[in-house]
């Protein structure tokens, strides 16, 4: 039995990780820290554990953390519990920066602790069935095109300052990149362009001379939401599957995947922190093209 600490009281914090860890029968949540103590009271209430008030407090309550943070604030969190010995169950993209992601996976391989970053879609069977798939010829590349409406009427995200701040970039590219890397390999070189509304367009150079476009909306109008994402190449122009469970299955599997790695004593996972780290260095090779307007080496 593992036991958690979860750290983060907003809604993503309250539906998917609280609600998983509650009903997982190798996962214990112990407690729960939040920035704001009342919120974190209140979720702690509704699942009949302990709000803490200090951080390392509920660290040396545990064995793992589940951290439901905006990013920079996890980065902080991560660290610090790496660095005690806690497992790391963490959420995309694991920091706003390439330094900050580069201390997370130091302390994680220094203190040998397990880890996994929550990538919704690699935790869908129907995902994880189609990246295992063989192949039969050479993939060309990807296309994806994702566009969501954050600030629609009802969206549980709406009132989020990090998304607002860095965009569909930082909040939606991490979601088909998770899916293209694993595919195409490691990107060498990014291109990127600013659009409508916030958006923007990724043109990546994988290592082994495959090219991805990627179209990236957080905030766009309702009627243009899409997931759209497609391999090319000789075995023709194929599709990726979606989802077909719930958020909160998927990170049911995501304890499972964490939980094993402590029980076998091997950690190492095909979305641990240092697969996070790859798509921070991306995400962040992105930004600086889009401030830039030019091509820019991704850091490996």
Not at 130 to 144: C, I, K, S, T, Y
Not at 214 to 219: A, E, H, Q, R, T
Not at 223 to 241: H, L, N, Q, S, Y
């Amino acid at each position: 039995m593992l036991r958690f600490g979860l750290f983060g009281t907003g809604h993503w914090a309250a539906q998917t990780h609280a609600a998983a860890l509650a009903t997982h029968p190798y996962a214990r949540l112990v407690g729960v820290w939040g920035r704001n103590p009342a919120k974190a009271a209140t979720l702690a209430a509704a699942y009949g554990v302990a709000p803490y008030a200090d951080v390392d407090a509920l660290l040396a309550d545990v064995d793992a953390v589940a951290v439901a943070l905006p990013p920079d604030v996890q980065a902080e969190i991560a660290v610090r519990a790496a660095t005690a010995g806690r497992h790391l169950l963490l959420d995309k993209p694991l920091a706003l920066n390439l330094p900050d992601a580069d201390r997370i996976v130091t302390a994680a391989g220094r203190h040998a602790v397990a880890s996994v970053v929550f990538f919704t879609s690699r935790f869908n069977p129907a995902m994880v069935e189609f990246l295992a798939r063989p192949v039969d010829g050479a993939w060309h590349g990807a296309r994806g095109t994702l566009f969501a409406a954050i600030s629609e009427p009802g969206n549980p995200y709406g009132a989020s300052p990090w998304r607002h701040t860095h965009g569909g970039l930082w909040d939606i590219g991490p979601h088909v990149l998770s899916i293209v890397l694993p595919v195409l390999g490691p990107v060498a070189r990014v291109a990127a362009m600013d659009g409508p509304a916030g958006g923007v367009h990724l043109l990546l150079r994988h290592t082994g001379g495959a090219t991805s476009t990627l179209s990236l909306n957080l905030d766009g109008p309702p009627a243009a939401k899409t997931f759209d994402v497609a391999f090319f190449g000789e075995p023709g122009i194929v599709p990726v599957p979606h989802r077909d469970v719930t958020t909160g299955q998927a990170f049911h599997t995501a304890i499972d995947a964490l939980v094993e790695q402590v029980d076998s004593g091997r950690p190492g996972h095909p979305c641990d922190v240092v697969f996070g780290r790859e798509v921070v260095a991306v995400l962040a090779a992105a930004a600086t093209a889009r401030a830039e307007q030019r091509t820019v080496q991704v850091r490996h």
